[in-house]
């Protein structure tokens, strides 16, 4: 009898939570629809929270019984939209509601990838020609907002690029972080009304420069790319011997120099030579940053 009574009460008490769990894996095989769906990037660029909610509901079959909403402890939504060079993507924190005869919910993280744009590149500036070894770079620069031309038909691609212009870029191509109102820079020849500013100060920040003066006017040469380049790349160790006579081996960049032919970003101006001392163009520049970015 006491056999009886024990396995009796194990069962009641086991069907609630029982019951619970199969509202729990409808919830469940929704968030796997969901987690299938991503593969195909059905996503889009600009889209609200409430269209994105929408979206995720609509991947959900109505037969589930299950509704989507915005989480009420805060969505954290956030929509960064594709480009022709890099993908997006978009997120929230969203509620979902079983609402049969025993309602369950759940909240998760959700997110999509939004993939690149299609389209062909346009010539936009008279004196970048499509079939310019720099075209793409400057189309990337461009749609990327990380330079803009220096006329609205004229690039300049032979120009040379400055310190305070090549920093700016960088620090643009990396997403531009807000710098903090209280942060005191060490460099005693910029103002806050620069437009480099924050550039260098992110500069600064992250060990690319160092130093009492930012000389913001002094030509960018080869060598100084590449080094800023590597040092925001947390300085990777090389060999510091080159194929290039004229990188020794002493060379404070020598490093920066092997780093970045290995991985493509710049090659030698000959077999032999590196041209560390050459101040560099904006299309040069350009082209650098493109294949640091995105090849």
């Known amino acids: 009898m006491k056999k009886f009574i024990c396995l009796f009460l194990t069962i009641v008490m086991a069907l609630p939570l029982f019951t619970v769990n199969v509202f729990a894996d409808e919830v469940g095989k929704a968030i796997e629809i969901l987690e299938a769906a991503k593969k195909t990037d059905f996503a889009y ?29 805060g969505n954290n939504f956030r929509c960064k939209n594709a480009t022709p060079y890099k993908t997006g993507s978009v997120s929230a924190n969203l509620e979902f509601s079983y609402n049969g005869a025993s309602p369950y919910k759940r909240t998760d993280d959700v997110s999509f990838k939004i993939p690149k744009l299609e389209r062909e590149i346009v010539q936009r500036f008279s004196d970048v020609p499509l079939d310019a070894y720099y075209s793409e770079a400057v189309d990337w620069a461009v749609v990327e907002n990380i330079t803009a031309g220096t006329s609205e038909t004229t690039f300049s691609p032979d120009a040379t690029c400055t310190r305070a212009q090549i920093i700016t870029f960088i620090y643009r191509a990396y997403g531009s972080s807000p710098i903090s109102k209280t942060y005191k820079t060490s460099f005693k020849d910029i103002s806050k009304d620069d437009y480099f500013y924050n550039a260098a100060c992110w500069a600064e920040a992250n060990g690319i420069l160092t130093g009492s003066k930012f000389e913001g006017d002094k030509a960018c040469t080869r060598s100084d790319v590449v080094t800023y380049l590597w040092k925001k790349a947390k300085s990777p160790k090389q060999s510091t011997k080159t194929q290039f006579t ?23 101006t000959s077999d032999t030579t590196f041209s560390p001392k050459s101040t560099c163009t904006r299309g040069q520049i350009a082209t650098m940053l493109f294949r640091a970015f995105v090849k």
Do not use: H
């Open 45 to 73: 660029n600009d889209m609200s929270l409430d269209s994105f909610v929408n979206f995720v509901q609509k991947l959900i079959p109505e037969s589930m019984n299950i509704t989507v909403q915005p989480s009420p402890m």
């Open 246 to 268: 004229d990188v020794s081996s002493s060379a404070k960049y020598a490093q920066a120099v092997n780093w970045a032919v290995k991985e493509g970003i710049t090659s030698g």
